[in-house]
């Protein structure tokens, strides 16, 4: 039985070595397993090291282009600025040259207006007459242009600030009717206004002179026809509207006309060109007080020029003012004159411009001949000079006078400087005018003449 169960000896080491292969072999396999599993994990993270170093490089090379884009940012900020104070500081010395230039201009100019109304004054012939006129009316093209460019340019550098306050609209729609129509009288124009009694806030100067542009512009492209001015409500608006029957503006060129110098072409047998700088007064004045501007055209039809306004309140409201009476014609003879200018030109100009008036003058041209002057007989009405010689004033000027009189004789400041300290300095003193040069002769006149009222 014994013998049955025992194998050889060479078939037991052969099974035995069997036994061991097949377990050597599984361990084998076990242990390839385990290598090629961690032979797995090592390439992963070998392949994310990789990664990871090349998303380093990548936010490397971003980080130094964004330094270099925030260097140049920072540069073109600096040369921005400096650009800016540069585009300022020639601002200013443009203003500057402005003023000075026109004050020089304006002074000889002043002069020549003058003595063209003497000479109208005097002109017997209708010949010399129309030669009269047809100089001072280029006369006052050249001061109209200068006092626009002198405008622009206070606008431009922020030194005009606007004065808001209730503005009636019916006298001021009335006061440049008046004025429209010796233009629109002459080239058969019917001038329509239709009156309003609303009232607005704004600043009444500014408000004028952004009208004054549209209705120039409305007569200057109406050949024939008619302008009208009048108000609509939208609702707590008001919108001043200067239509015309004229050329019409084409809608490709609606923006352009905003621009410095851009004129159409006036209408055949029209008035002459302007300068193309009324709109873009316009646009400067709207955008300065913060108004809205439109436009509507048809060409060959005719224009609507329009501006909102804000209408006040009720009790923002003050009271109507009273318009002035006009002079009558021989309202100035024998009135006293006392003139002070340091310009010899404008003194004889307006010495005999008074003269042709027929008022008793006293001219002189400074503080010294002045001192040297008979007092036996008070003056009625003073007319001075703003900036005399040696830096004497002529508001300083008049107050010495009247302490020498005892009594606030009616004077006028007369200058050719638009700046607001002259503007200040005259309104400080009472019973004072100011005149700004070049003079106009109806408006002196007129002046003159209110002392005997």
Not at 400 to 413: E, H, L, Q, S, T
């Amino acid at each position: 039985m014994a013998a049955e169960q025992e194998l050889p000896i060479a078939d037991q080491n052969a099974e035995t070595l069997r036994r061991t292969v097949a377990k050597l072999t599984e361990i084998n396999r076990a242990l390839m397993s385990r290598v090629e599993h961690s032979l797995d994990m090592q390439g992963n993270a070998y392949q994310l090291f990789q990664t990871a170093i090349l998303l380093d490089q990548k936010v490397r090379e971003r980080t130094r282009e964004l330094e270099h884009a925030l260097q140049a940012v920072e540069q073109s900020n600096l040369e921005l600025r400096a650009a800016k104070v540069e585009a300022e500081r020639a601002n200013v010395s443009k203003t500057k040259f402005l003023a000075d230039a026109s004050h020089d201009l304006l002074q000889p100019l002043n002069a020549a207006r003058l003595l063209v109304a003497a000479l109208q004054e005097t002109a017997r012939s209708g010949n010399s007459q129309t030669i009269l006129s047809r100089i001072d009316h280029a006369l006052g093209n050249v001061e109209d242009l200068l006092n626009t460019l002198l405008e622009m340019s206070k606008l431009d550098s922020g030194h005009v600030s606007a004065t808001i306050q209730p503005v009636r609209l019916a006298p001021l729609m009335e006061a440049l009717r008046e004025e429209l129509v010796p233009i629109t009288a002459p080239k058969g124009l019917a001038f329509t206004l239709m009156p309003s009694a609303l009232t607005v806030q704004s600043d009444p100067h500014l408000l004028r002179r952004l009208l004054q542009n549209f209705l120039s512009n409305a007569c200057r492209y109406t050949a024939a026809g008619r302008v009208l001015f009048g108000v609509r409500r939208r609702g707590p608006m008001a919108e001043l509207q200067v239509h015309d029957t004229g050329v019409g503006i084409p809608a490709e060129k609606l923006d352009e006309i905003f621009e410095e110098f851009r004129r159409l072409e006036p209408p055949q047998g029209g008035a002459p060109k302007g300068y193309g700088l009324g709109l873009s007064i316009v646009k400067r004045i709207s955008r300065l007080l913060g108004y809205q501007v439109k436009v509507a055209s048809t060409p060959g039809r005719g224009s609507c020029f329009s501006v909102l306004v804000p209408i006040a309140d009720m009790a923002a409201r003050g009271p109507a003012s009273l318009r002035p009476r006009p002079a009558s014609a021989g309202a100035v003879n024998n009135i006293r004159v006392l003139v002070v200018d340091n310009d010899r030109t404008v003194l004889d100009a307006m010495t005999r411009l008074l003269e042709a008036w027929r008022c008793r003058t006293i001219a002189v041209a400074s503080r010294a001949e002045l001192q040297v002057h008979p007092t036996d007989v008070r003056p009625d009405i003073l007319l001075v000079d703003y900036h005399l010689d040696d830096g004497d004033l002529g508001t300083t000027l008049i107050a010495d006078i009247r302490r020498r009189w005892g009594a606030d004789i009616p004077a006028a400041i007369i200058t050719a400087d638009r700046s607001p300290e002259a503007h200040a300095a005259a309104q400080l003193l009472p019973a004072v005018s100011l005149l700004l040069k070049p003079i106009k002769p109806a408006r002196l006149r007129a002046l003159v003449a209110s002392v005997r009222r």
